[in-house]
């Protein structure tokens, strides 16, 4: 296990440690100590190792992350896993706006709630939040899926492309273009391999979810539709 | 019928013939005129500014013997890499998807050849333009279309695009024609949508989280890359110092003569300020903050000659970028192929309908028959001979002011013809030692 000190080694020490790890590493266990809300902790990985982070971060944890499953134990500050391509990131706490913003791939599991935005331009990712997100969530999203085990916010999916939405509470309101759509079974089977993955198959059934997607109107102008631009 | 002589029929000023037929055009099709380029109405311009030359009181140097340099640096403020051009001239960002592959491709092999940089645009990095251009800059884009770290990292620098000129606080537009099968799984979006760029970045919301993101960008690229930061001509005093304080290793300033893939018309022509405003008030903020010459300047918006790269450079710019330009050293607008343009209603000159991906000289389409037409290799020889011509055009001028380098160039060299320009410009009226506002503020 490497131990890393934030608060006495420097971000700049932290992330060019781990930027120095390629695909062979064994040094595959890491943990952060004392982050005390920094930013950028753990941003740019592309390697398969596993890194914990005890305490609450600042802006963009685990940014651009590749390879690397990171966790949280403790809240994430705005952007967590922004642009993420693969790998893994779990956060205990709460996210605050922004998670998981234009993520291309892997999973990224909020343990409590997100703040606004969660999901915006989402390109791939799939996120799993067991708690409630905020108002415009997965704004534009592109592609991907967004689990929501709470609440939704205002304008949920506004002006939303392929990207699946799946929220089991209540939905205050949807976005331009984003409308309900029927649970068909192959979406039952991927809400409940979404639902293991985000390890909340005990807190959850694919049944008790509505799921949301782009009503493909607004996809080319159309002058009758411009109240909704 | 009387024989008085009738009141001859007499055209309305504000009701032009022009604007009658945006009327009726809007009418007809009820959505507003998209268009690609930059604003088409006359503005006060370089052409409005005169160098002085020497004389007496300050000598020339030899137009072929003595030496004028050229070269220069970008990034040097945090940068462990920065950016060493041969020329200040360099490429503005212009989107594969907006651009084909080839004429992408021309802009790296002639900005490589002629020793300066190229940018990417709003749809991510393509091998073509990697692989042939020797300093490549990586936009930043609210979009973040194919946006990665392996991108970022194999770039030469990154350029976080806040706004641009042709339309400040508005987002991109490509429409569905030239959503191709390659553009649309570059971006990620389905063939064929009507695509709009989102005008805000999505995961920072004004200038103090700007200086996080900046330095999440150096963290994830050990602090290699110079980062620009790229302002449309809006608030230019406020929005470079904003720029500067945020961390910017270089201030991109894009006045609102810069070009577009394609707006609505009412926004190119009715939102932003004209480059000659715009730079005055940039480099005020860098010399209010101690920052000129430490944080570049780069400024674009309608540069076309050497002479208009001499007067920004003489206004206190480190470098300039083309766009427009570019794409007419290319083949763009050509009047060889004027059968062509008149069949699709426009003629060489005035050819603007880029969005539509139907542009006869095989540069801003994706329809593989018409690019093919386009030669890269000639397209890139044309836009180095090209840059060449502007960069000796600037030393030629510099010379006669006296100026060893062209970064010395100084207000002082110029004089304004009009009284537009010289308060915009913050240069004395030919003639005088005054221009409107000397003395005042801002």
């Known amino acids: 296990m490497q131990r890393f000190d934030l608060e006495a080694q420097g971000l700049r020490a932290l992330n060019a440690a781990l930027h120095a790890l390629n695909g062979q590493t064994n040094e595959t266990a890491w943990e952060v100590v004392n982050p005390k809300g920094s930013h950028s902790i753990a941003v740019g990985l592309d390697a398969p190792i596993e890194l914990t982070v005890h305490g609450s971060t600042g802006y963009y944890c685990a940014g651009m992350n590749k390879q690397a499953t990171i966790r949280v134990k403790g809240s994430a500050g705005p952007g967590l896993a922004e642009n993420m391509m693969s790998g893994a990131v779990i956060v205990d706490g709460n996210a605050s706006q922004y998670a998981g913003a234009t993520g291309r791939g892997g999973l990224l599991v909020i343990k409590g709630d997100a703040s606004s935005r969660c999901g915006v331009s989402m390109k791939g990712i799939n996120i799993v939040v067991h708690g409630n997100i905020g108002h415009m969530s997965a704004f534009m999203a592109q592609s991907g899926n967004l689990v929501v085990l709470g609440d939704a916010g205002d304008a949920l999916g506004d002006s939303l492309y392929e990207a699946r939405l799946f929220v089991r509470g209540a939905v205050k309101s949807l976005g331009a273009d984003c409308v309900e759509k029927e649970m068909r079974p192959e979406h039952l089977e991927l809400l409940a391999d979404l639902l293991k993955q985000g390890e909340a198959e005990h807190l959850a059934k694919p049944e008790e979810f509505k799921r949301y997607g782009s009503a493909r109107n607004l996809y080319n102008f159309n002058i009758d539709n411009a109240s909704a631009y | ?442």
């Open chain 2, 1 to 442: 019928m009387s024989d008085f002589p009738h009141t001859p029929p007499r055209f309305s000023a504000t009701f032009t013939p022009a604007v009658n037929a945006e009327i009726r055009r809007a009418a007809a099709s009820g959505i507003y005129d998209i268009r690609g380029g930059g604003t088409k109405r006359h503005l006060p311009h370089f052409d409005d500014l005169l160098f002085l030359g020497a004389s007496i009181s300050r000598y020339p140097l030899e137009g072929y013997r003595e030496k004028c340099a050229t070269d220069v640096w970008l990034g040097t403020r945090h940068a462990k890499k920065p950016i060493h051009l041969d020329i200040p001239v360099t490429i503005a960002g212009m989107s594969f998807g907006a651009l084909s592959g080839p004429a992408k491709e021309a802009l790296g092999r002639g900005a490589s050849e002629a020793g300066t940089s190229t940018t990417t645009g709003d749809g991510g990095m393509t091998e073509e333009e990697r692989g042939h251009s020797k300093t490549l800059v990586y936009q930043y884009l609210p979009s973040r279309y194919g946006m990665n770290p392996d991108d970022l990292r194999r770039a030469d620098a990154i350029e976080v695009v806040v706004g641009q000129g042709a339309k400040p606080g508005g987002g991109g537009m490509l429409l569905g024609q030239k959503i191709s099968d390659r553009v649309a799984m570059m971006r990620n979006l389905p063939k064929g949508i009507d695509q709009r760029s989102a005008c805000r970045h999505p995961d920072w919301t004004g200038p103090d989280d700007l200086e996080i993101k900046i330095g999440e960008l150096r963290e994830i690229t050990d602090w290699e890359k110079p980062i620009y930061v790229k302002i449309g001509g809006a608030r230019p005093y406020y929005d470079t110092a904003l720029a500067i304080k945020a961390g910017a290793d270089v201030v991109v300033l894009d006045g609102m003569q810069g070009g577009t893939a394609a707006t609505q018309d009412v926004f190119i022509e009715h939102v932003g300020m004209p480059i000659l405003a715009c730079i005055p008030q940039a480099v005020q903020a860098l010399q209010d903050m101690g920052m000129h010459r430490k944080v570049q300047l780069i400024v674009s918006g309608g540069i076309r000659s050497g002479a208009d790269v001499a007067k920004a450079m003489a206004l206190g710019a480190d470098a300039v970028a083309i766009g427009t330009a570019a794409l007419i050293a290319l083949g763009d607008n050509d009047p060889a192929l004027e059968e062509e343009y008149q069949k699709l209603g426009s003629t060489a000159g005035a050819y603007d309908d880029w969005h539509e991906g139907r542009d006869p000289a095989g540069i801003t389409t994706q329809d593989p028959e018409l690019y093919k037409r386009f030669d890269p290799v000639l397209g890139g020889r044309r836009l180095k001979n090209y840059l060449k011509v502007m960069t000796l055009e600037a030393q030629t001028i510099a010379r006669a002011c006296g100026k060893n380098h062209l970064h010395n160039l100084e207000p002082e060299d110029l004089c304004a013809l009009t009284m537009e320009a010289a308060a915009m410009a913050r240069i004395p009226l030919a003639g005088t030692d005054w221009y409107p506002g000397k003395g005042g503020g801002m």
